[in-house]
C-alpha cells in the first residue's frame, strides 16, 4: 500500500505563493501517476494537476499559467507551485495515487489546507 503525506499549506497572501509537497511511502516498486485534488466544504473534490511518471502533466483551467506540478522520482515526491494565488483557491488540497495493483486513484493523503486571505 502506498502512504501519501502533504505538507506546505497556510494562509497565502492574495497574488502569492505557496508550495506544496507530497512524500509517498510504502510498499511499491515505483510511483505511479499523481494528482493534486482539492475540496471547499459542500462541494465536489475536484482535479487541479496530474503529473505522470514521465512527467506529463495537465490542469484544470483556473489555475494553467499558475500552478506547477513537478516531482522527484528518487524521493518519491511530488510538488505543487502555486503562484498568483487568489481566494478561489482557498481549499483543503489532497494528492492521490493508486495502489499496486490498482487502477484508480485509492490511495489518498489526509489533506493539507489552504487558505488565500489579506
Known amino acids: 500500500q502506498v502512504q501519501l503525506v502533504e505538507s506546505g499549506g497556510g494562509l497565502g497572501q492574495p497574488g502569492g505563493s505557496l508550495r506544496l509537497t507530497c512524500v509517498a511511502s510504502?510498499?511499491?516498486?515505483?510511483?505511479?501517476?499523481v494528482a493534486w485534488y482539492r475540496q471547499v466544504p459542500g462541494k465536489r473534490r475536484e482535479l487541479v494537476a496530474i503529473?505522470?511518471?514521465?512527467?506529463?502533466?495537465n490542469y484544470i483551467d483556473s489555475v494553467r499559467g499558475r500552478f506547477t506540478i513537478s516531482r522527484d522520482n528518487a524521493k518519491n515526491t511530488v510538488y505543487l507551485q502555486m503562484n498568483s494565488l487568489n481566494a478561489a483557491d482557498t481549499a483543503i488540497y489532497y494528492c492521490?495515487?493508486?495502489?499496486?495493483?490498482?487502477?484508480?486513484?485509492?490511495?489518498w493523503g489526509q489533506g493539507t489546507q489552504v487558505t488565500v486571505s489579506s
Open positions: 492521490t495515487t493508486n495502489n499496486p495493483g490498482s487502477v484508480e486513484f485509492d490511495a
Open positions: 510504502g510498499s511499491f516498486a515505483s510511483l505511479g501517476t
Open positions: 503529473i505522470s511518471r514521465s512527467g506529463n502533466t
